[in-house]
Protein backbone atom coordinates (compact mmCIF):
# COMPACT_ATOMS: atom_id res chain seq x y z
CA UNK A 1 0.00 0.00 0.00
CA UNK A 2 1.53 3.15 -1.11
CA UNK A 3 1.56 6.33 1.53
CA UNK A 4 -0.08 8.98 1.41
CA UNK A 5 2.77 11.35 0.91
CA UNK A 6 4.12 8.82 -1.85
CA UNK A 7 1.32 9.83 -3.74
CA UNK A 8 1.55 13.50 -3.88
CA UNK A 9 2.51 15.60 -6.82
CA UNK A 10 5.09 18.40 -5.73
CA UNK A 11 5.57 19.63 -8.71
CA UNK A 12 2.23 21.22 -9.09
CA UNK A 13 1.43 24.90 -7.78
CA UNK A 14 -0.26 24.81 -4.14
CA UNK A 15 -1.78 27.31 -2.26
CA UNK A 16 0.18 29.05 0.55
CA UNK A 17 -1.72 28.93 3.62
CA UNK A 18 -4.95 26.61 3.71
CA UNK A 19 -7.80 26.71 6.57
CA UNK A 20 -10.20 23.55 6.36
CA UNK A 21 -13.88 25.06 6.62
CA UNK A 22 -15.36 21.93 7.42
CA UNK A 23 -14.19 18.31 9.45
CA UNK A 24 -15.52 16.47 12.48
CA UNK A 25 -14.42 14.47 14.94
CA UNK A 26 -15.84 11.03 15.69
CA UNK A 27 -16.28 8.03 18.14
CA UNK A 28 -19.30 5.85 17.90
CA UNK A 29 -17.52 2.95 19.79
CA UNK A 30 -16.67 5.19 22.86
CA UNK A 31 -19.45 7.93 23.07
CA UNK A 32 -22.78 6.14 23.27
CA UNK A 33 -24.63 9.01 24.49
CA UNK A 34 -24.62 11.40 21.81
CA UNK A 35 -23.46 9.87 19.00
CA UNK A 36 -25.72 6.73 18.78
CA UNK A 37 -27.68 8.29 15.70
CA UNK A 38 -24.45 7.90 13.50
CA UNK A 39 -24.00 4.54 14.67
CA UNK A 40 -27.51 3.48 14.04
CA UNK A 41 -26.90 4.66 10.56
CA UNK A 42 -24.16 2.65 9.29
CA UNK A 43 -24.64 -0.84 7.99
CA UNK A 44 -23.42 -3.73 10.42
CA UNK A 45 -23.35 -1.68 13.23
CA UNK A 46 -19.73 -0.96 12.49
CA UNK A 47 -17.90 2.32 14.36
CA UNK A 48 -16.99 5.21 12.95
CA UNK A 49 -13.63 6.61 13.91
CA UNK A 50 -12.43 9.71 13.27
CA UNK A 51 -9.87 11.53 15.58
CA UNK A 52 -7.35 13.75 15.91
CA UNK A 53 -4.64 11.69 15.17
CA UNK A 54 -6.55 10.76 12.18
CA UNK A 55 -7.02 14.35 11.00
CA UNK A 56 -3.30 14.84 11.47
CA UNK A 57 -2.18 11.58 9.75
CA UNK A 58 -4.41 12.16 6.78
CA UNK A 59 -4.69 15.95 6.13
CA UNK A 60 -1.88 18.18 8.05
CA UNK A 61 0.89 16.10 7.84
CA UNK A 62 0.61 15.96 3.50
CA UNK A 63 0.14 19.61 3.58
CA UNK A 64 3.20 19.60 5.47
CA UNK A 65 4.84 17.54 2.58
CA UNK A 66 3.81 20.04 -0.30
CA UNK A 67 4.91 23.19 1.78
CA UNK A 68 1.47 24.20 2.82
CA UNK A 69 0.70 25.84 6.15
CA UNK A 70 -1.95 24.64 7.82
CA UNK A 71 -3.63 27.61 9.19
CA UNK A 72 -6.38 26.24 11.19
CA UNK A 73 -9.66 24.19 10.68
CA UNK A 74 -13.85 24.72 11.78
CA UNK A 75 -14.99 21.91 13.97
CA UNK A 76 -18.99 21.10 12.40
CA UNK A 77 -21.15 19.10 15.04
CA UNK A 78 -21.95 15.89 13.54
CA UNK A 79 -25.21 15.10 14.10
CA UNK A 80 -25.24 14.41 17.63
CA UNK A 81 -27.70 13.25 19.67
CA UNK A 82 -26.72 15.79 22.27
CA UNK A 83 -24.68 19.07 21.08
CA UNK A 84 -23.25 20.33 24.41
CA UNK A 85 -21.88 16.76 25.43
CA UNK A 86 -20.31 16.59 21.82
CA UNK A 87 -18.52 19.80 22.11
CA UNK A 88 -17.37 18.91 25.94
CA UNK A 89 -15.46 15.37 24.07
CA UNK A 90 -14.00 17.61 21.51
CA UNK A 91 -12.51 20.01 24.71
CA UNK A 92 -11.40 17.61 26.22
CA UNK A 93 -9.43 15.65 23.18
CA UNK A 94 -8.02 19.23 22.58
CA UNK A 95 -6.97 19.88 25.78
CA UNK A 96 -5.63 16.35 26.92
CA UNK A 97 -1.88 15.70 26.81
CA UNK A 98 -2.12 13.27 23.94
CA UNK A 99 -3.25 15.34 21.89
CA UNK A 100 -0.54 18.54 22.23
CA UNK A 101 0.71 18.43 19.36
CA UNK A 102 -2.33 17.44 17.15
CA UNK A 103 -4.02 20.47 18.36
CA UNK A 104 -0.58 22.60 18.03
CA UNK A 105 -0.82 22.04 14.23
CA UNK A 106 -4.73 22.39 14.46
CA UNK A 107 -4.66 26.12 16.28
CA UNK A 108 -1.05 27.61 16.04
CA UNK A 109 -0.70 26.23 11.93
CA UNK A 110 2.16 23.91 11.85
CA UNK A 111 4.45 22.58 14.76
CA UNK A 112 5.60 19.51 14.47
CA UNK A 113 3.65 16.60 15.26
CA UNK A 114 6.30 15.09 16.81
CA UNK A 115 7.29 18.30 19.68
CA UNK A 116 6.50 16.27 23.28
CA UNK A 117 4.00 17.77 25.17
CA UNK A 118 6.34 19.43 27.63
CA UNK A 119 8.25 20.82 24.87
CA UNK A 120 4.93 23.00 23.67
CA UNK A 121 3.71 23.48 27.24
CA UNK A 122 7.43 25.46 27.34
CA UNK A 123 6.70 26.92 24.10
CA UNK A 124 3.29 28.06 25.20
CA UNK A 125 4.87 30.36 28.08
CA UNK A 126 7.70 31.57 26.42
CA UNK A 127 5.30 32.78 23.55
CA UNK A 128 2.33 35.12 24.20
CA UNK A 129 -0.75 33.36 23.60
CA UNK A 130 -2.43 34.31 20.12
CA UNK A 131 -5.99 36.08 19.99
CA UNK A 132 -8.66 33.81 19.47
CA UNK A 133 -10.54 34.64 16.65
CA UNK A 134 -14.35 34.20 16.39
CA UNK A 135 -15.55 32.79 12.98
CA UNK A 136 -19.14 32.29 11.64
CA UNK A 137 -19.56 29.50 10.11
CA UNK A 138 -20.75 29.35 6.25
CA UNK A 139 -24.08 27.85 6.19
CA UNK A 140 -25.77 26.98 2.70
CA UNK A 141 -29.09 29.31 1.76
CA UNK A 142 -27.75 31.53 5.14
CA UNK A 143 -24.43 33.15 4.12
CA UNK A 144 -26.22 35.12 1.83
CA UNK A 145 -24.96 39.06 1.00
CA UNK A 146 -28.00 40.04 3.29
CA UNK A 147 -27.29 37.74 6.15
CA UNK A 148 -23.24 39.09 5.93
CA UNK A 149 -24.24 42.57 5.99
CA UNK A 150 -26.39 41.68 9.35
CA UNK A 151 -23.89 40.26 11.15
CA UNK A 152 -21.38 42.99 10.34
CA UNK A 153 -23.76 45.33 12.15
CA UNK A 154 -23.69 42.93 15.19
CA UNK A 155 -19.79 43.01 15.16
CA UNK A 156 -17.31 44.29 13.54
CA UNK A 157 -14.59 41.69 14.68
CA UNK A 158 -16.18 38.53 13.48
CA UNK A 159 -14.56 36.76 10.74
CA UNK A 160 -17.41 36.09 7.93
CA UNK A 161 -17.89 32.86 5.59
CA UNK A 162 -19.40 33.13 2.24
CA UNK A 163 -21.52 30.25 0.97
CA UNK A 164 -19.40 27.62 -0.97
CA UNK A 165 -19.07 28.56 -4.58
CA UNK A 166 -17.77 25.86 -6.85
CA UNK A 167 -13.92 25.74 -8.61
CA UNK A 168 -15.54 25.73 -11.52
CA UNK A 169 -18.10 28.37 -11.59
CA UNK A 170 -14.91 31.18 -10.72
CA UNK A 171 -12.66 29.67 -13.72
CA UNK A 172 -15.42 29.70 -15.99
CA UNK A 173 -18.33 32.40 -15.14
CA UNK A 174 -18.29 35.57 -17.11
CA UNK A 175 -20.22 37.26 -13.50
CA UNK A 176 -18.45 36.66 -11.32
CA UNK A 177 -20.05 39.06 -9.09
CA UNK A 178 -23.25 37.45 -9.29
CA UNK A 179 -22.30 34.58 -7.35
CA UNK A 180 -19.49 36.68 -4.93
CA UNK A 181 -21.69 39.51 -4.50
CA UNK A 182 -19.83 40.72 -1.72
CA UNK A 183 -19.13 44.15 -0.51
CA UNK A 184 -15.79 45.32 0.81
CA UNK A 185 -16.95 46.82 4.10
CA UNK A 186 -17.89 43.02 4.82
CA UNK A 187 -13.99 42.41 5.56
CA UNK A 188 -12.96 40.49 7.18
CA UNK A 189 -14.67 38.08 5.14
CA UNK A 190 -13.32 34.31 3.75
CA UNK A 191 -14.55 32.88 0.92
CA UNK A 192 -14.99 29.01 0.93
CA UNK A 193 -14.47 26.91 -1.99
CA UNK A 194 -15.70 23.61 -3.23
CA UNK A 195 -14.29 21.13 -6.00
CA UNK A 196 -12.85 17.47 -6.40
CA UNK A 197 -9.91 18.68 -7.94
CA UNK A 198 -6.71 20.34 -6.19
CA UNK A 199 -5.21 22.04 -8.91
CA UNK A 200 -8.43 24.00 -9.77
CA UNK A 201 -9.16 24.89 -6.22
Not at 41 to 67: C, F, K, M, R, W
Request: net charge negative; charged share 20%.
Amino acid sequence: MTSTSETLDTSTAYPIEVIDPHHHFIDTSSNPTFQSFLKSAVANGNDILSTPEDYHHHVIEPLQTLGIKFVGSVHVEAMPDDGAEEVRWVESMCNGTTATAITNDIGEGGSSSSSSSSSSEETAKEEPRKQKEFHIAPMLDVSTQEFCHFMRILTKRAILWTEMVVDDTILHTEHLDHHLPYHPKLSPIVVQIGGRNADSC
